[in-house]
Nanobody, 121 residues
């Protein structure tokens, strides 16, 4: 069974940093678009960032521009989300998802189980 697996979440103080990782053993992520989403309690799911490995384009939500950076390591088959200057409002479960259409647009066909990020003092 093909799965996406996220890791790297945790508890961090405001202003701190975390790096999330998304990987799969089922296929190479080289030619797909991979997005990070987040969902906080009682809030809508939000697309945070996406990287289109077929053409290298990246996108970010306005709420994270300048603080988050998405990247892909082909040797590790991992997509990373480096998060800097974290704020309490970044607290959420973060998910990665694959868009086989390579558009960074819904629908996303494969989702991970999520990793919790909590920003609190």
């Amino acid at each position: 069974q093909v799965e996406l697996v996220e890791s790297g979440g945790g508890l961090v103080q405001p202003g701190g940093s975390l790096r999330l990782s998304c990987t799969t053993s089922g296929f190479a992520l080289d030619y797909y678009a991979i997005a990070w989403f987040r969902q906080a309690p009682a809030k809508e799911r939000e697309e945070v960032s996406c990287i289109n490995n077929s053409d290298g384009r990246v996108t970010y939500a306005d709420s994270v521009k300048g603080r988050f950076a998405i990247s892909y390591d082909s040797a590790q088959n991992r997509v990373y989300l480096q998060m800097e200057r974290l704020k309490p409002e970044d607290t959420a479960v973060y998910y990665c998802a694959v868009d086989p259409k390579r558009e960074c647009a819904p629908p996303y066909d494969l989702w991970g189980y999520g990793t919790q990020v909590t920003v609190s003092s």
